[in-house]
């Protein structure tokens, strides 16, 4: 059963920086790319970024907002995929979802997601 | 580049069809993925490659991308499929949500 779990998150002040972790299991991580979403109190969806498997590069992908402050990593070795915020901001208070990216026909389908870890970023 | 559009809400009644529909410039030009959010839960994937349903998705679910309107139907819709559902589509290397539908099974 594959199963991804998020960590990491609670609340932190304004200009700290955090780092969530996403533990997989039940699954090849490394044969898999993994995304970040988030979602904010009321709001809808909002894709972060990707990370691609080692076998296409391992290469990473953000949403033009989240570039400069996002950063998305894996260690294939702990079956974990990371997202490292920086100079966070109350915007980003959220539940911050991992989600197993699969391949089919050329294109990504999200088609596992964990629980999400909540992040509230307060003074 | 472009947005996904979708209704803020659709009620339907129990045993009723409901079609929630996502617009988009570009959305004829790839597939689109729906996903079903109830509260307090994680996202489900639902539709992927604009008609196919993952294992364990009820056949009730259907989807279809037409032109630049993606849609997803729900027949016989029951009481347990009230829930926010979200369009998702790729454009290049960006992923694109649409603001999500409010289900409500009256």
């Known amino acids: 059963e594959v199963q991804l779990v998020e960590s990491g998150g609670g609340l932190v002040q304004p200009g700290r920086s955090l780092r969530l972790s996403c533990t997989a299991s039940?699954?090849?991580?490394?044969?898999?790319?993994m995304s970040w979403v988030r979602q904010a109190p009321g709001k809808g969806l909002e894709w972060v970024g990707f990370i691609r498997s080692k076998a296409y590069g391992g290469t990473t992908e953000y949403a033009a907002s989240m570039k400069g402050r996002f950063s998305i990593s894996r260690d294939d070795s702990k079956s974990i995929a990371y997202l490292q915020i920086i100079s966070l901001k109350t915007e980003d208070t959220a539940v911050y979802y991992c989600?197993?990216?699969?391949?089919?026909?050329?294109?990504?389908?999200?088609?596992?997601w964990g629980q999400g870890t909540l992040v509230t970023v307060s003074s | 580049s472009y947005e996904l559009t979708q209704p803020p809400s659709v009620s339907v009644s129990p045993g009723q069809t409901a079609s929630i529909t996502c617009s988009g410039d570009k959305l004829g030009d790839t597939y689109a993925c729906w996903f079903q959010r109830k509260p307090g839960q994680s996202p489900v994937l639902v539709i992927y490659?604009?008609?196919k349903r993952p294992s364990g998705i009820p056949e009730r679910f259907s989807g279809s991308n037409s032109g630049n309107t993606a849609t997803l139907t729900i027949s016989g819709t029951q009481a347990m499929d009230e829930a926010d559902y979200y369009c998702?589509?790729?454009?290049?290397?960006?992923?694109?949500f649409g603001g999500g539908t409010k289900l409500t099974v009256l």
């Open positions: 998702q589509a790729w454009d290049s290397s960006t992923v694109l």
């Open positions: 490659q604009d008609a």
């Open positions: 039940g699954f090849t991580f490394g044969d898999y790319a």
């Open positions: 989600t197993r990216s699969r391949i089919i026909s050329g294109t990504y389908v999200f088609d596992s």
